[in-house]
């Protein structure tokens, strides 16, 4: 038991965005401890690590990097339209994106992009997305944000930015090459 706990424990250093998810299970094994008779805790803990395992894996770098720039779906093609900036220097990464059916018909709604990674080099920085709202007169396409801030990466270097798109029987890579991070002030 003492070494799958070191195990999550590793996992969770490695991945550091997700710290929150760690100190949040945590929490609830605490509560679990306390609530949870003697010979079920082993159980319970065993199911909550799975869940946090899963939750924090990853994609590989190569395998985010391979992502095509078009992907067809369901007879329909969709394209990335990634916008990523920072307000000023010292302020953290923001990102937006558009996912567009190429062939301007209404975006279904049964797909949906649920992350996004973005990779600089060898750095990658992942993070949930939230709906945004598009305007209502494009609805070929589906406006996406960022959850968190990122990191301090530029301004004025390219990145590659890969979306996530999940539907009810399946996932998908979509990928961007080349987003410039620019600054406002």
């Given at each position: 038991?003492?070494?799958?706990r070191?195990f ?12 929150r ?9 605490t509560?679990?401890?306390t ?12 199911i909550?690590s799975i869940?946090?395992?899963?939750m ?6 190569d395998?985010?990097l391979?992502a095509p720039?078009k992907?067809?779906i369901d007879?329909?093609?969709?394209v990335?339209d990634?916008?990523l900036?920072?307000g000023g220097l ?10 567009i ?12 992009a649920?992350s996004m990674y ?8 992942a993070?949930?997305?939230i ?5 209502p007169?494009e609805?070929y ?6 959850k968190?801030e990122g ?6 270097i390219y990145?590659d930015?890969?979306v996530?798109l999940?539907?009810?029987d399946s996932f998908?890579?979509l ?7 620019s600054?406002?002030?």
């Amino acid at each position: 038991m003492a070494s799958l706990r070191a195990f999550l424990q590793k996992i969770v250093r490695k991945f550091s965005e997700k710290i929150r998810i760690y100190l949040y299970t945590r929490k609830c094994l605490t509560n679990i401890h306390t609530r949870v008779s003697f010979s079920m805790r082993p159980v319970v803990f065993i199911i909550i690590s799975i869940c946090l395992f899963i939750m924090c894996s990853r994609y590989d770098i190569d395998e985010l990097l391979a992502a095509p720039e078009k992907i067809e779906i369901d007879s329909r093609e969709y394209v990335l339209d990634a916008g990523l900036g920072r307000g000023g220097l010292g302020s953290l990464l923001y990102a937006g994106t558009y996912i567009i059916a190429v062939d301007s018909q209404p975006f279904p709604s049964s797909l949906d992009a649920d992350s996004m990674y973005v990779i600089n080099e060898g750095d990658v920085w992942a993070v949930a997305l939230i709906d945004g709202e598009p305007p209502p007169e494009e609805n070929y396409k589906i406006r996406k944000r960022a959850k968190d801030e990122g990191p301090e990466w530029g301004p004025d270097i390219y990145v590659d930015v890969v979306v996530r798109l999940v539907d009810p029987d399946s996932f998908y890579l979509l990928k961007q090459s080349d987003v410039l991070i620019s600054v406002t002030y």
